[in-house]
Structures are given as C-alpha cells and as structure tokens.
C-alpha cells in the first residue's frame, strides 16, 4: 500500500470516529498480506475489531460513570463458601440479559456475603448509575431543598441500569421513603433496577417507615425481578485472616 493511500485512510478514519483504524492500518494490511486475504475478508476483519474496540470503549467509560465501588469480577468470587448459592444463577445474572425487559434484580443476604461484589461484576455495555440507598435520599434532599429535585430525579431515571446498593442499613423517614418511591415509580417498566439489601422483603415496612408505602415500592420492584438469596457466612473475615497469613509470612 502506497504512502499516500494510506495517509488518506487514516485522515478518513479520523473523520468517521475510527482512531484504532486510523492508528493499526498498516498492521491491518500486513495480516492481509500474510494470510492471503480476500477483499471481504479484510473488511469483515477490519469491521470486527473496530467493533471490538468500540465496544470495550463503551464499556470503560461505563464503569467509570457508573462509580460502581469495586472493579470486580466473577472468577474472584469464592462461590465454595456459599454452597447453597448457585453460581450458574449468579453468572447469568451479571449478563443483564433481564435489562432488556426493562426488569430488576435484588441480592439479599446479610453483610459481607458478596452482594455488592456480584454487583460490581456486571459487565454489559449498557448505562449504569450506581449509589447506596443513603445517598440518594441525601442528594434527593438536598435537591428537594434546593427546588431542584426534578433535575435530580432525572440523574437516577436515565441509565439503562440503575444500582441502589445497601437497601436497609439505616431505616428511612416517611419522607425519605416516599422520594425512593417516586424513584422506584418513573423507572417501573421504563429501566432496570439492581438493588442489594440486607433485609427481608418482609422487613421493609420497618426499612421505609411505613407498610403501605413499603408494599408500593415492592410492588413495583417485583413485578419483573430475579431475587437471589445468599444466607450463607461472611467471608470478609476469612479474606481478613489471609491477609493476616500472608503478611505474617512475609514477615
């Protein structure tokens, strides 16, 4: 490929948004001329990794707008010291395939079993906003406060895939409880919510300080939803004391 050909398609991929393109053409070429490729197998090559790249890009910048609290994965996860949880479950769960159905999933289980880690190991390039339940209420409040509270309504409306992490830490006052209800409300059937919680669904009434309003929000929130129960052990401190071990070997 002539100096000149190849300057113009890496100006044209510029262009078109193709920087890896524009970057790896003569790496291209040179796999073209190696393998003997014909002209749609290289653009079917081309097309693919563009694709690829494109797509892990997506997934990065996901992550980072997400603020999901951990950078996890499943394979790090000890499914032998929860042996009633069934990891073929988990794993389908952290495709997402239910997001396309506009539905939700709940992780229950008290702390320290890896809820939050499963969470955090949701890998599909969808938009994800993540936050604790105590947060969002304070920044509802503050925004409620402020005459701003549509606008902050919004922030947790607009990503395919919405995580309240640590649902039930500390019990809501009723008007508290009544902003995660609009929450719950304007993304029923319209986006997916993941939630994670150390209570019950018969321990939400105390949650959000009133059965009836609790009973709405779980309406809603079970209608489409995959729940998954993990009643085993913390391992936080099994994690602990491998630490402990390996510093004292070190030592």
């Known amino acids: 490929m002539s100096e000149l050909v190849s300057t113009r398609i890496r100006n044209t991929a510029g262009k078109l948004g193709l920087p890896h393109l524009a970057e790896t053409i003569n790496e291209y070429t040179r796999r073209a001329d190696e393998g003997k490729m014909g002209y749609l197998v290289f653009l ?19 992550l980072r707008l997400s603020k999901l609290p951990h950078h996890k994965t499943l394979d790090e996860y000890d499914f032998s010291f929860q042996p009633d949880l069934d990891p073929r479950k988990v794993k389908d769960l952290a495709t997402l395939s239910f997001v396309a159905g506009k539905a939700n999933a709940a992780l229950l289980g008290p702390p320290g079993v890896g809820k939050t880690h499963m969470v955090a190991a949701c890998r599909v390039g969808y938009s994800i906003c993540s936050t604790s339940l105590d947060d969002m209420v304070r920044n509802l409040k503050a925004a409620e406060t402020a005459g701003r509270l549509t606008n902050k309504l919004g922030t947790y409306l607009w990503p395919s895939v919405f995580i309240v992490d640590e649902v039930g830490y500390q019990p809501l006052e009723r008007a508290e409880a009544n902003l995660v209800f609009q929450v719950i409300s304007k993304r029923y ?22 059965e009836v309003l609790a009973t709405a929000i779980l309406g809603r929130l079970l209608h489409h939803c995959e729940v998954i129960s993990i009643n085993g052990s913390s391992y936080r401190p099994k994690k602990r004391l491998k630490a402990i071990e390996r510093d004292t070997n070190v030592a």
């Open 189 to 210: 059937e319209k986006g997916s919510i993941i939630l994670t919680s150390n209570k019950t669904f018969s321990e939400w009434g105390q949650v959000f300080g009133d």
């Open 44 to 62: 079917d090559l081309v097309l693919a990794e563009e694709l690829a790249v494109r797509d892990d890009r997506r997934f990065r910048q996901g």
